[in-house]
């Protein structure tokens, strides 16, 4: 998927001193390039929807402190992409801005530090973990224009089935990712036929396959049309991700690198881009608690 | 202000065993009371916006979790309150919900070991240092109603003066709430005179006198009209908290429990009520970053 890519790098760090730093720097450039690809001044954004993995959202308050853009920070875990969508979409469908920026990231190396273990300690991953994708995606939301269309979306809610495995967030994705489809196909009166490809954001292999079953034992036949960014963005052949990609990037970078413009150019028509998120923290893993999952659907059918 | 809370404890664990856990407890009651007040069934509520100070913003997703109520985390620090109410009147506004909750909750205990050092530690605290606020708020946001309406609404943008105290957050935050009330004066060709009072949302005192000596330079006369949560919620004859309260909790509580009352009994005509947020965490500052802050006003006035 690398040449869908507007800007890779091979400096993990992009530039910066520490990782933290690298994500900020990750949501600036995606901004950046955001503004000249649409040629747009920063004054003429109303507003910015965007949030990150970090403690408190650094990534995304740091990369818009003093640029003089309105902000609304997020927290939906690797959900954000779906959610500053949404929310960007309320605020413009409302009438309250003309054009909004739903923007994400995430960068393995800050996740693995904070969620996991430092990464010089070389832990071993178990089969079931994710590999956290170093990116960001940000999307223009105006009130008129002629690219790819949000119509619809289903605010999810938080589903928790007892999961208390935090290597495992696909299994604790997958329910709420079901709930959320399920939901968005009976407010609307929809089945999977009505979309050419319907997309979770990071299951991964394994909560995808759970998902499949649950879909199946509900009776909704998703035939070959649903598909997940974490099993989109890597290669399994030369790429050793285990169970796949995650991360607020994972879907950020698969929906605004590949699918809209697999939408601007016609080949999809419509889309359900359904961002999945896992709202644990270590100190909620620590204390014993299970791990809550969100998801939220945005559909996305082709411009006027 | 004690009596004009719904629901008062004198045990800061809310009869769980962490204070993390104890601060969801919170979250959870202040939902039940609201649908209890509103005597509304929880299937009625379309939309729930919350959001919190801890890591991942457990608080709010952990009190959510299996109820089944369609939620959008945010992060904005302690501006929360007014964060969500902003999203919940463009969520409700704009015709995408008839019933949205505002929430958003803080915990002495959890963030004091969060932030800056374990309880049992009895670190000194600074001068200039605030005190968080154990407590949670919730409101109702309808399309049709009696109550107080929000009228208009101004999203913050992201300033950071370069103050890196993390222990003088209203410093930090000052600017911020400064450059939105401005905005929001401008945009809607208001002053000051157009408000029975402009309230920000945890300055404390220090950030207060900073803030009102911003305004007398820019030529904006406050006079009596200015006022900060952060300096009402404790009573500083009797509660040593020095600077003020603060927390997500803070604005909250003092919205929730008394500035509505004072607009629903007629006290009260026009409010402009401005969370204030400090957006650093503590891998920021141990990086050597400066504290960005952000404030989002929301214009308050009587029903119908």
Known sequence: ???????????SYFGQKTWEKAESQLQKLA??????????????IDLVCSGDLLNQCISSSFSL??????????????ST??????????AVGGGFAQRAVAMTSSHFASS???????????????????????GSGAALVTANGSGPKIEAATVGI????GIKDANNMGAAMAPAAFET???????????????????????GSLGKELAETMFQDAGIHMGNRYQDCGCMIFDPTTQDVHAGGSGCGCSAVVLCGYLLDQIATGKLKRLLFCGTGALLSPVSSQQGESVPGVCHAVAITGGN
């Open 1 to 11: 998927m690398g040449h869908c890519f507007d800007h890779t790098d091979t400096d």
């Open 31 to 44: 901004l950046e390039l955001l503004l000249q690809k649409a040629a747009l001044q920063p004054r003429s």
């Open 65 to 78: 402190r003093n640029t003089g853009l309105p902000a609304l920070g997020l927290y939906g875990a690797c």
């Open 81 to 90: 992409m779906a959610e500053s969508l949404l929310v960007s979409s309320m």
């Open 112 to 134: 693995e530090r904070q969620y996991r273990f430092p990464l010089g300690y070389g832990g071993q991953r178990t089969p079931t973990a994710q590999w956290t994708v170093t």
């Open 158 to 161: 938080v589903v928790d089935k």
């Open 181 to 203: 489809i399920r939901t968005h196909f009976d407010d609307l009166g929809r089945s999977p036929e009505d979309y050419d490809l319907i997309v979770t954001g990071d299951l």
